[in-house]
C-alpha cells in the first residue's frame, strides 16, 4: 500500500523560503516519478513541479526560478525548495506518485504567504 506523507508547511512572510518534504512508503520509490501539486482556495488543484525517476524536471511557469524539486532514492524522499515566496503561493500543497497504472496522493501540507 502506498503512503505519502508530507511535512514542511507553515506560515512564512512575503519573501520567505520554506522546504516541503514527501516521505513515500510502498514502493521502490526509485522507479517512480513525483510531483508536487497545489489547490487554493476556490480554486482547482494545479502543477507545481515534477520530478521523472531518472531526475528530469519541470516546473508550472508561476514558480520558475523560485521552487526546486528533488528526489533522494535512499531516504524515499521528495522535496520541494521554495523561494521568494509570494502570497499568491498560499496552498495546501500535495505529493503525488505516478504509478503506470494510477497516482497515489498525500492529504497534503498547508503553505501560508503572508503579505
Known amino acids: 500500500q502506498v503512503q505519502l506523507v508530507e511535512s514542511g508547511g507553515g506560515l512564512v512572510q512575503a519573501g520567505g523560503s520554506l522546504r516541503l518534504s514527501c516521505a513515500a512508503s510502498?514502493?521502490?520509490?526509485?522507479?517512480?516519478?513525483m510531483g508536487w501539486f497545489r489547490q487554493a482556495p476556490g480554486k482547482e488543484r494545479e502543477l507545481v513541479a515534477v520530478?521523472?525517476?531518472?531526475?528530469?524536471?519541470n516546473y508550472a511557469d508561476s514558480v520558475k526560478g523560485r521552487f526546486t524539486i528533488s528526489r533522494d532514492n535512499a531516504k524515499n524522499t521528495v522535496y520541494l525548495q521554495m523561494t521568494s515566496l509570494k502570497p499568491e503561493d498560499t496552498a495546501v500543497y500535495y505529493c503525488?506518485?505516478?504509478?503506470?497504472?494510477?497516482?497515489?496522493w498525500g492529504k497534503g501540507t498547508l503553505v501560508t504567504v503572508s503579505s
Open positions: 510502498g514502493r521502490t520509490f526509485s522507479f517512480y516519478g
Open positions: 520530478i521523472t525517476n531518472a531526475a528530469g524536471t
Open positions: 503525488r506518485l505516478s504509478d503506470p497504472n494510477t497516482f497515489y
